[in-house]
């Protein structure tokens, strides 16, 4: 399987425990996009990495949220002191090349996460 | 604030009828529109896009036309099918700002398309 891959694909924690998902993009994508999504809401932007640089953070990604692309090939996503306002579906999209195509974000299947 | 938006949250068509699926932007900085169909617990998958620089693009069922005079584009699916329900996102990029060409998406809310026999 060549696309993006997402684990866990769902994750229960309660209240105040921190939780790691990872990503691993599409193998020569050098780009790596996390959203979170939430019932009835279209994917919410969060971060972007270029490589292992990230270029941008949107202002939902609270203290508590960290994310790293250590050597620009798989990403981790990690909050702290989970809330209940945390549930979500976290979604990972990567894109790259030289063709139109770059312009193209793929995503994966998502981790559903639920705080309890 | 939505900078894209999707003012119908549902849509049903009988098969093999037209499907008009509607998207409305507020950011005249935008320079490629993409639309994504997702089914429950798979993430968006990729469907068509289209630059700014264009006002239609066509692949198979699909075509999506872009107004930018109106800042408004529709996705049209004909003839559509019962595997076409899913729900469609429509997205958007800005342009060239601070050189981050390649960033993220503005997604609006989605519109559940029902496909029925």
């Known amino acids: 399987d060549t696309g993006v891959s997402q684990n866990p694909r769902h994750k229960i924690t309660k209240r105040g425990q921190n939780v790691t998902f990872r990503c691993d993009p599409i193998s020569e994508h050098n780009r790596l996009y996390w959203y979170r999504q939430t019932l009835g809401q279209g994917p919410e932007f969060l971060t972007y990495f270029q490589n292992e640089a990230q270029l941008e953070k949107s202002r939902l990604l609270s203290d508590r949220f960290s994310a790293e692309r250590p050597k620009g090939s798989f990403s981790t996503l990690e909050i702290q002191r989970t809330e209940q306002g945390d549930s979500a579906m976290y979604l990972c999209?990567?894109?790259?090349?030289?063709?139109?195509?770059?312009?193209?974000?793929?995503f994966g299947a998502g981790t559903r996460l639920s705080v309890l | 604030d939505q900078q894209v938006k999707q003012n119908s949250p549902s849509l049903s068509v009988q098969e093999g009828r037209i499907s008009i699926l509607n998207c409305d932007y507020t950011n005249s900085m935008f320079d490629y529109f993409l639309w994504y169909k997702k089914y429950p617990a798979e993430g968006p998958t990729f469907l068509i896009s289209?630059?700014?620089?264009?006002d239609k693009n066509e692949d198979g069922r699909f075509t999506v036309f872009l107004n930018k005079s109106a800042k408004h584009l529709s996705l049209h699916i004909v003839p559509s099918q019962p595997g076409d329900s899913a729900v469609y996102f429509c997205a958007a990029r800005r342009g060239s700002d601070r050189g981050s060409t390649l960033g993220r998406l503005y997604f609006g809310r989605g519109t559940q398309l029902t496909v029925w026999p």
């Open positions: 999209a990567s894109s790259g090349g030289v063709t139109v195509a770059k312009n193209i974000q793929y």
């Open positions: 289209i630059s700014s620089i264009k």
